[in-house]
């Protein structure tokens, strides 16, 4: 139970220093896939946020360094680990991926037990970045985002238009195409 509250203690914190400097951020990563898909352990918490902005990502990293550990501690990277209370939270923009304020428009805001509420990427953006981020991590991503796919489908909770136009603005139409017709 101590690792629960823990855990939830943390993403609380992570929350508040994210949304301090990046009122748009969403969570991503396993943790929003489990509410789009059979649900995954995972025990690090990941965001997303504009991290474009030199002089906020060097605000943010100076405050949190000053209370957490961060790593990389400069600015000019778009993946910065943070551990607050021996949790590990990533922070990420990757570069090829457009997080703009259409996806910022399209979050959903979730209720967690113990944390409160929280955004998440929608399911066509979260598995349009996950189909950007295969490029480099490879086919993993790939069948996260094809489950994503399959039980937003069959919920009736996936805009196949809307998709299909992020994956083009993202460079990434092919994949999305073969991942909606396999």
Partial sequence: MEIEWKYK???RIA?????RFYPEFAIIGRFARNFYANPETTLDIDFIANLDDVERLAEFIEHISS??????NDVGHWQYKIIIKGV???????????FDDEVISRRRIVRIEGVGEVPILSPEDLVTLYVVASINRGVK???????IIIY???KH?????YF???????????LCLTLLSN
Avoid: G, M, W
């Fill in 15 to 19: 929350i508040k220093e994210i949304r």
């Fill in 141 to 147: 991503d790939l069948i996260k985002a094809k489950d």
């Fill in 157 to 161: 909770d996936f805009n196949e238009d």
């Fill in 88 to 98: 590990r939270v990533d922070l990420v923009k990757p570069p090829q991926y457009k």
């Fill in 9 to 11: 203690n943390a993403f």
């Fill in 152 to 154: 937003s489908l069959a």
């Fill in 164 to 174: 299909l136009r992020k994956c083009e603005e993202n460079s990434v139409k092919a």
């Fill in 67 to 72: 209370h957490y550990e961060i790593f990389p």
